[in-house]
């Protein structure tokens, strides 16, 4: 499976660009608070988290939500919601975007339990907040495919499988190639010699290096025996 299908979906493009216009010429994007300023094609499968001491949620989507299984708006992250490796590997994405100042891609495999598995791409965004000299704000735009078991099993007994990490280093530079791609498809779909999810595929084999900078994926270490 293509680990940056993820990419070819609309809302993907959409969230960088909303990332990238905010900026203002400014290094990173600035938050006001205001859900009214980001597109309402997002809102479902977006989690804004506030990072200023310890992260908890400041808004769930609604799609975010149902694959939750309930809504954790209003609660600590990492204290109250997320667990275990699934909490460490979500935790370890945030840390790098805050560090780097821009915006990380992750893809994943989650295996709920032995009978179900579903493939998942994330976009964790920083933004800093009413002007605050550090990115204190999270925006997360997170897509799946397959299972629809609830992803709160993940943290409790299910296992997480990340496959690829990239830092999105320049967000112009990708927004420009993805735009390029969807009106290519868009004129040639009609003649079924390509496809989307092939020429996203090769959009970021050509900019790996450059505007996407390969990242080590999340390893949860071996338990020690005895522990």
């Excluded at 808004?59 to 209003?74: F, H, K, L, M, Q």
């Excluded at 994330?122 to 704000?137: D, I």
């Excluded at 993940?154 to 791609?181: F, K, N, Q, Y």
Aim: hydrophobic residues 40%.
């Amino acid at each position: 499976m293509l680990t940056t299908h993820f990419f070819a979906d609309p809302i993907f493009l959409e969230m960088l660009q909303f990332w990238d216009a905010s900026r203002g010429g400014r290094a990173l994007p600035d938050w006001s608070g205001d859900l009214a300023v980001i597109p309402r094609g997002l809102l479902p499968h977006l989690i804004v988290s506030d990072r200023r001491g310890e992260p908890s949620y400041l808004y769930v989507g609604a799609e975010c939500i149902r694959r939750w299984g309930s809504d954790p708006t209003g609660r600590r992250a990492y204290g109250d919601v997320l667990l275990g490796a699934h909490a460490r590997y979500l935790q370890s994405i945030s840390n790098e975007a805050l560090a780097h100042r821009a915006p990380v891609f992750s893809a994943a495999v989650y295996q709920p339990d032995a009978a179900n598995m579903l493939m998942t791409g994330r976009l964790h965004a920083p933004f800093t907040y009413r002007g605050s000299a550090e990115p204190v704000m999270m925006m997360t735009l997170q897509l799946f495919k397959g299972s629809e078991s609830e992803l709160r099993k993940i943290g409790l007994s299910g296992i997480v499988h990340e496959i690829r990490r990239d830092l999105i280093a320049r967000v112009p530079d990708l927004c420009t190639r993805l735009e390029d791609a969807r009106r290519d498809y868009q004129i040639s779909r009609h003649t079924h010699q390509r496809t989307l999810a092939a020429d996203v595929e090769r959009i970021a084999g050509e900019l790996a290096g450059s505007a996407l900078v390969s990242l080590p994926c999340f390893e949860e270490p071996d338990p020690i025996p005895g522990v």
